[in-house]
């Protein structure tokens, strides 16, 4: 798994607070990465780590896309849990 480098702006808890409040509850690494004026290899690794984890799911739904969204626990480390 590659890691995020030195310069990484976001916790996690506000990069899964974006996840949360994003308007649909599956997001794909290019509107994280719209959103968070980031890099889409920047928001891929942030995004592997937080499968790892355990707080993102991840689904491939092409042959090359894949779409995400928050676990119960990262709902709860994100501050959302309903």
């Not at 491939?60 to 896309?65: I, L, P, T, W």
Request: hydrophobic share 35%; proline share 5%; charged share 35%.
């Amino acid at each position: 798994m590659g890691k995020p480098g030195p310069n990484r702006r976001v916790s996690d808890r506000e990069f899964l607070r974006e996840m949360a409040i994003a308007p649909d509850p599956i997001v794909t690494a290019n509107e994280l990465s719209e959103r968070l004026d980031y890099s889409r290899a920047g928001v891929n690794n942030i995004l592997d780590e937080m499968v790892e984890k355990g707080f993102v799911i991840e689904r491939e739904v092409g042959s090359r896309a894949k779409v995400y969204w928050l676990t119960r626990e990262g709902r709860k480390k994100a501050g959302k849990l309903d």
